[in-house]
Every structure is written in C-alpha cells, then in structure tokens.
C-alpha cells in the first residue's frame, strides 16, 4: 500500500472516515481478487494525485466484514466515495483510472454537511 493510501478497518473507520473533513474513496478490496490488484496501482495513483483534499483509503473485506456489511459490499472490487461519512458516489467492479478519477471528483462536489448547531437567537429589549 502507498504512503497516500490509508488502511481502513472495522477499528479506524469512524476517526479515518466518518469524522473526517475530506472527502473519502474506499476501495473495498479481497487478497484474493486479481481485478483488485489491476487497478490497485490506478487507485495509489489518484491517492497521490490527491492529497491533502481527498483521502484514498482500502478496506480489506476479508479482514473488515463490519464495514463490508455496512455498505453491503457484495462483490470485490467495489469503490465507495464519501463526503461526512455519506456516500456521494459508487463504483462495482474494475474501472479505467478515469472512472476512479470520477469518483474523487464526485466526492469534491458534493456539498458539504450543513452546520447543525442551532443560532444563538438575542431578544430584544421589551417596549
């Protein structure tokens, strides 16, 4: 795995994902998978290409069945982007570096999570 690409387990997701503020694309990812390790030199690629305003991160399923199942990764390779922890984007199965590329784009567009703190209201003096 290249330095640009993180691990991503059932013990990390929340503070690597979740409770990130950038964008994420997780490939979802099996040891065994020959499409995975085509395109696993595209996916460090894009990692590299973007870093500092995405993160690029892989998910053993083997490994990490609790994420896996989450999103309900039912084949392998399979590329999620998320933007607060949601999913803004997909991708099942092996994918030219431009439909990964995509899924980095996707996941810089889509908006933001809004703020979620209720204002502080001041009243006015009572007439």
Request: glycine share 4%; net charge neutral; aromatic share 6%.
């Amino acid at each position: 795995m290249s330095s640009h690409c993180i691990e991503i387990t059932d013990a990390n997701f929340e503070a690597e994902v979740a409770n990130t503020s950038l964008p994420v694309v997780i490939d979802f990812w099996a040891v065994s998978c020959k499409p995975c390790r085509a395109v696993a030199p595209h996916f460090e690629s894009l990692a590299q290409e973007y870093a500092g305003r995405v993160r690029f991160g892989k998910c053993d399923v083997d490994v990490n069945q609790e994420i896996a199942a989450r999103y309900d990764v039912r084949g392998v390779p399979m590329f999620l982007a998320l933007r607060d922890g949601k999913v803004v984007a997909q991708q099942l199965g092996a994918a030219p570096r431009v439909k990964l590329e995509d899924l980095a784009k996707k996941a810089l567009a889509a908006p933001a999570a809004k703020d979620t703190r209720v204002p502080s209201v001041q009243s006015s003096p009572a007439a």
